[in-house]
């Protein structure tokens, strides 16, 4: 049984990745994605902490398949933001499976 915020909570998803969001392909399919790429450290206690991984988030219905693909490990799966592309090192399911959060690595 669906929750009476899961229609708001997808709402939010997509204002917020049509407004904020990056241009983003794979497989031939395009979207639009949550990019992150950290570039200052942070101090978690005493301890540093350089969370430097590219990131996106993007919701599970734009490109079905793809926490599939990177969790069978069979080829190594690259996506496109903007216009730079990137290996998909893993896929998260987040937000009880509706999005996910793919690490990223810069193709050289």
Same mark, same amino acid.
């Given at each position: 049984?669906?929750?009476?915020?899961?229609?708001?909570?997808?709402?939010?998803?997509?204002?917020?990745?049509?407004?904020?969001?990056?241009?983003?392909?794979?497989? *031939? #399919?395009?979207?639009? @994605?949550?990019?992150?790429?950290?570039?200052? /450290?942070?101090? &978690? %206690?005493?301890?540093? +902490?350089?969370?430097?991984?590219?990131?996106?988030?993007?919701?599970?219905?734009?490109?079905? *398949? #793809?926490?599939?693909? @990177?969790?069978?490990?069979?080829?190594?799966? /690259?996506?496109? &933001? %903007?216009?730079?592309? +990137?290996?998909?090192?893993?896929?998260?399911?987040?937000?009880?499976?509706?999005?996910?959060?793919?690490?990223?690595?810069?193709?050289?």
């Amino acid at each position: 049984m669906a929750s009476p915020f899961d229609a708001l909570a997808a709402t939010a998803f997509g204002v917020i990745s049509n407004a904020l969001g990056e241009p983003a392909s794979w497989g *031939g #399919l395009t979207g639009q @994605v949550l990019y992150q790429e950290p570039s200052t /450290e942070q101090r &978690i %206690g005493n301890v540093d +902490y350089a969370p430097l991984e590219p990131s996106c988030e993007y919701k599970a219905e734009i490109f079905p *398949g #793809l926490k599939a693909a @990177v969790d069978a490990g069979a080829t190594l799966e /690259e996506i496109t &933001i %903007g216009t730079t592309v +990137y290996y998909v090192r893993k896929v998260e399911a987040i937000q009880d499976g509706k999005a996910c959060k793919a690490t990223l690595k810069r193709k050289p």
